[in-house]
């Protein structure tokens, strides 16, 4: 919808390499102040650095140490279901 929006109001068919962009990130807005046009590249800088990042993980080691663990790392090497675990340090691995 927010493709035809913009197409009615520049008078034309957008590019396949335009895109458009929702400035105040509700996608259901396609109110044309709210519209602008960008490249893809563009397009994918904003929306990259508008993406929350996650908050870092506090993990408690078997040893008793608590530590913070980047999200990523947690989501892919600490799984108990599979036995995978991750510690605080070298010794108590």
Do not use: W
Not at 41 to 57: A, C, D, F, G, L
């Amino acid at each position: 919808m927010h493709r035809v929006v913009m197409e009615n109001n520049i008078g034309r068919l957008l590019e396949t390499s335009e895109e458009i962009h929702h400035i105040d990130g509700n996608r259901t807005n396609n109110n044309i102040k709210n519209l602008q046009i960008l490249s893809k590249s563009e397009h994918s800088k904003i929306t990259q650095s508008e993406r929350p990042r996650p908050s870092p993980v506090q993990i408690k080691c078997e040893c008793g140490k608590v530590f913070i663990v980047d999200p990523g790392v947690y989501k892919y090497r600490y799984n108990r279901s599979q036995g995978k675990q991750i510690y605080c340090c070298k010794q108590c691995a």
